[in-house]
Structures are given as structure tokens and as C-alpha cells.
């Protein structure tokens, strides 16, 4: 008799052993990074999860081609930028309008493009999946194509337990990989933990920084996430539905026009070229443009404007030291971290 109750609490153990859902993952973050606020509700961190918004931002099968992914413009050796102005790797081989940004440190954003017009990385995602000159998708399409494949079905029913795939549950994998990158190990935060010392011209920048760019580059994360009219055009055209109008194009108000939002600083000697169309190759440039280049327009930032005249002054070696500084935001375990890496067939 007793037999038999072994024998059904070892099928009970079974069942209720295979039926534990997702595991949950904890993100793990340097202290004195801001605490971590933005995962939604419905979309929790899981071990599942991300394992598969990893494998879906690595596999073209997501484009209509089948030759584009998530990497081709986020790649993780640059940062997860694509080392060109404006990319044509997209499905129609057009230029695209704005430069690739870095994909770091996304758990903290709220807005996501150049412009905020996204709220969310889930629903983020399905601008590049369906723009016609990126992944050119179709979402049935992909659904179809996803429900038909030998793992993936699987794979959407172990993180998310769901039986047949939708799309939103692709963007939520995607969110969920996307949320777990993150970029700490740089020398300047080997420095912030007391590991290491900055030299002479390191501290030097890094004062320089401090009273000149970090009001909109604020470390930790060097931006303050928000949009600012750095000066980079007098005038702004409403051509191709109003891309060049920056932060106005989503709030249609006259006092964000030129504004874009602030992208971080981490790995900027990695992630040229700059700005939201990638016009500056390197960053010499970018320091001509805030010491001689700033343009003049009703939404210049005052702080541009701030000691009398336009732009940032740079006296004698500070340019050299700004430099040597910025070369301490780059983290080269991010790029050799196989946490982020394409996986393994
Ligand atoms: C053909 C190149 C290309 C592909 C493919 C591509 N992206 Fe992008 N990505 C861009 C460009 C360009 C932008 C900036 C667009 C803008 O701001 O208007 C961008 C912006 C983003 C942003 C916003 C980052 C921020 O700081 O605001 C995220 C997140 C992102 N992409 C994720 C993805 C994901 C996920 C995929 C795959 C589903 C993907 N991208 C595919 C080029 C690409
Ligand atoms: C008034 C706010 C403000 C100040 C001050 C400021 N920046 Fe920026 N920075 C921005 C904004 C906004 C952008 C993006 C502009 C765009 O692309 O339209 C930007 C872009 C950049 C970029 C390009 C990053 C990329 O990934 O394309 C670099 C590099 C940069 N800033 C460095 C600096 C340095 C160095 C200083 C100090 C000398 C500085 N910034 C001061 C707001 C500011």
C-alpha cells in the first residue's frame, strides 16, 4: 500500500518540480549606481527570459530577409553602436536617418531614441522589427516563423509560459536581454570602488568634466536622461516627418524644437561616430564643436550660453586632460563579456 503513496508523491514531486515557471533573475549593479525602477510589472527579469532576448537579438530570422538582426547596428565589440554615421544595412539599404546609439545601461532610461518617442523597450522594439528600412517585418510573419521553428516554441513556453508565440512576448525577450546590459567595469568605476588611482591628467578631466559637462553628462551613467539643444543647428527642418525637429516631433511644443536626448558617455571612445546623425568621426571634433561650433537658436541650452559667450572654453591642456578622462569610461569587460555575446548554437 505504502508503495503506492511513494509512487505518487515521486509523479507529484515530478509535476510540481517542472511546473515552477521562470526562475527569477536578479540584476546586479555597482552601489553606487541609482536603484533600479523601470522593469515593468509584466515583463519580471528571468533566467529564461533573457537567455531568450538574447538569442532573438542575435538571429536574423527576426528580419524579412532573414539576414538582419538586432546586432547587425547593435554590436557588442563597439558598445553596441555600428561604427558608422547613419547605417545602410537595413532591408531596403537606404541610409537611415539617425545614428545607432549605444544599447548600455538601458535599465535606467524611460525614454527611448533620439527624440524619447518610445516609452518602453518593449514597444521600442517593434519600430526596428517592422521599419522598412531596418527589419521590414511582417508580424505575422515573424509569428509564424517563430511558432514554426524547432526550439523556439519552447523557448516562449519555458520563460513566459505560453503555449503558442505572440509578438509581444518577442519585444518583452528583447526587453528583458536588453535590460541586463550593463556597463560598470570601466577605470573610472575600478576607481570609484578605491581599486585603482586616476594619473594627474585623468583627475585633471576629470574636474574639467565635472564643472563643464556633467550638468547634462552626469555620472554615474553620464547622462541625465532628458533633451537638450547642445547647439549643433540653427535651424531646423520639418522634412521627413519632422526628424530633424528632435524632441518637438513627440511633444509639438515650440520650446523642445533641436532638442535630443542626452546619450551617455560610457565607451564614447568607442562608440563614433557622434551625435544623433553621426556627423562627427571623432572625438576632436566634438570638442571643436562645443568650443568653437555651438550655433545659436531660441532653444540653446543656457548652460552652452552660460559664461557670457557661446560654447565651452578649453585654456591650454584641458582639452588633452577631457580626453585622457574619457578614455576612462571604456569597459572592456562589457565587450568580452560573454554574458552579452551572440550564443552558441
Ligand atoms: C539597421 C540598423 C538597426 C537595426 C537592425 C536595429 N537598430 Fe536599434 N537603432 C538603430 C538606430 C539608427 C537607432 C536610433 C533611432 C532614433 O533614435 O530615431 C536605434 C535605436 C535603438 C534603441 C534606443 C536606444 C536609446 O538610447 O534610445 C534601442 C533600445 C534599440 N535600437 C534596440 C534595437 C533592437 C532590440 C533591435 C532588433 C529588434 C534593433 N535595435 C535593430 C539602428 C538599428
Ligand atoms: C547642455 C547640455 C550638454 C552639455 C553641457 C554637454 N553636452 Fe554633450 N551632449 C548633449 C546632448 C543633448 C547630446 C546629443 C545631441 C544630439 O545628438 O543632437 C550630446 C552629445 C555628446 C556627445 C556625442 C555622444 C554620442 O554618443 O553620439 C559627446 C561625445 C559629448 N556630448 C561630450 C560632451 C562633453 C565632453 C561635454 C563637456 C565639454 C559635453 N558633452 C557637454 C548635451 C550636453
Known sequence: MWHRQIYVLLIWLLYACNNQGPTALELEKPSYYPEVTNIPERNPLTEEGVQLGRQLFYDPILSRAGTISCATCHQQER????????????????????????????????????????????????????????????????????????????????????DSISSAYVVRALAQFQRTIISSGAKYDQWKRGETSLTELESSGLQ?????????????????????????????????????LGRRRITHKEEDLGKFKTPTLRNIMLTHPYMHDGRFRHIDKVLDHYEFGVKSSPTLDSILTSDGSIGINFDGDERQALIAFLQTLTDSTLLQNPQYAKPAK
Open 208 to 244: 574639467i568634466f565635472e564643472s563643464k559637462c556633467a550638468p547634462c553628462h552626469p555620472p554615474p551613467l553620464f547622462t541625465d536622461h532628458s533633451f537638450h539643444n547642445n547647439g549643433l543647428d540653427s535651424t531646423f527642418s520639418a522634412d521627413k516627418e519632422g526628424i530633424y
Open 79 to 162: 558598445a553596441f553602436t555600428d561604427g558608422v554615421s547613419l547605417s545602410m544595412m537595413g532591408h531596403s539599404r537606404k541610409p537611415l536617418t539617425r545614428h545607432s546609439p549605444s544599447l548600455v545601461n538601458m535599465v535606467w532610461s524611460q525614454e527611448f531614441f533620439w527624440d524619447g518617442g518610445a516609452k518602453d523597450l518593449e514597444s521600442q522594439a517593434f519600430s526596428p522589427l517592422t521599419h522598412p528600412d531596418e527589419m521590414a517585418m511582417n508580424l505575422d510573419t515573424m509569428v509564424n516563423r517563430l511558432n514554426n521553428h524547432p526550439v523556439y516554441r519552447s523557448k516562449f513556453n519555458q520563460a513566459f509560459e505560453i
